[in-house]
């Protein structure tokens, strides 16, 4: 890993954070209208519950970019950096897909491909910064109960 450098380090978790809560802009009008009317499954989670899973999510993403935007040149760098990017954008549009929208079907869909640039993006953080990829570990496992929670109530309306 390079030298600590706290300004890239401030940018990566400010960005990240600031980006993953524009998610939250989109969400939050629909909580109380469109979202609260969908039939959901018994193992749903109380909606309080995601504003601070998904900080703490985004706290984690941020770090790791950090690690990996601060990390030495390697052969999968860009890779893993790429793939991040990748995931990213569509974790930002999987709101918008699934709340603004609300075609619930295509947001499955592309949560599979979240769920897919996650863990391309664990594999190659693994070969450039072993601590970058520990920290997607929980994102990837909260994205895997997401979903079956989005398929469980694709299939249940």
């Given amino acids: 890993m390079g030298k600590f450098n706290g300004l ?3 940018i990566s978790v400010i960005v990240i954070l600031a980006l993953g809560s524009a998610g939250g802009l989109v969400t939050a009008p629909q909580i109380k209208t469109w979202y609260v009317l969908l039939q959901k499954p018994v193992f ?3 909606n309080y519950l995601f504003a601070p899973v998904w900080t703490f999510l985004y706290l984690s993403m941020g770090v790791s970019f950090y690690l990996l935007w601060n990390s030495k040149k390697s052969n999968y760098k860009q890779y893993a950096i790429s793939a991040f990017v990748i995931q990213f954008i569509l974790n930002i549009a999987w709101s918008f897909i699934f709340f603004y929208l ?3 079907g295509w947001a499955l869909a592309e949560i599979l491909m979240i769920w897919l640039f996650i863990l391309l993006t664990i594999v190659y953080a693994f070969k450039v910064q072993k601590w970058a ?8 496992a909260w994205v895997s109960f997401a979903t079956i929670l989005n398929a469980a109530i694709y299939i249940i309306n």
């Fill in 102 to 104: 609300h075609h619930v």
């Fill in 133 to 140: 990829a520990w920290l997607l570990i929980p994102y990837l």
């Fill in 44 to 46: 749903n989670p109380p």
């Fill in 8 to 10: 890239k380090l401030l």
